[in-house]
């Protein structure tokens, strides 16, 4: 599957924004879905993830509550809606998909990524 990540850009503190990954090739249901991210200077690490179904969703504990992924099996793509964001939020996003339909936190648990989408949040 190939992944491609947009909707990145710059954006006010408390303000929203909705990245979207559009994916193709093999069946988009065959995959869990996770979003990434990478600050300048730190490791990546889990934003969130959603099932096959969409009926399964996990959050890191700093976006919990302001962030909400989501998926559209028929239009084979992945969805974050960023809410309330805050200036440490600002990194690179990356999509990722899994070769199994549960879905993990661990970057090594994802097979497929796409090439990152930056978000940038001015205090």
């Known amino acids: 599957v190939q992944l491609q990540a947009s909707g990145g850009g710059l954006v006010q503190a408390e303000g929203s924004l909705r990245l979207s990954c559009a994916a193709s090739?093999?069946?988009?249901?065959?995959?869990?879905m996770g979003w990434f991210r990478q600050a300048p200077g730190k490791e990546r690490e889990f934003v969130a993830a959603?099932?096959?179904?969409?009926?399964?969703?996990i959050y890191a504990d700093s976006v919990k509550g302001r962030f909400t992924i989501s998926r559209d099996n028929a239009k084979n793509t992945l969805y974050l809606q960023m809410n309330k964001l805050k200036p440490e939020d600002t990194a690179v996003y990356y999509c990722?998909?899994?070769?199994?339909?549960?879905?993990?936190?661990?970057?090594?648990?994802?097979?497929?990524w796409g090439q990152g989408t930056l978000v940038t949040v001015s205090s």
């Open positions: 990722a998909a899994r070769t199994n339909v549960v879905p993990r936190r661990g970057e090594y648990e994802y097979h497929y």
């Open positions: 090739g093999r069946a988009f249901s065959d995959y869990a």
């Open positions: 959603i099932s096959w179904s969409g009926v399964t969703t």
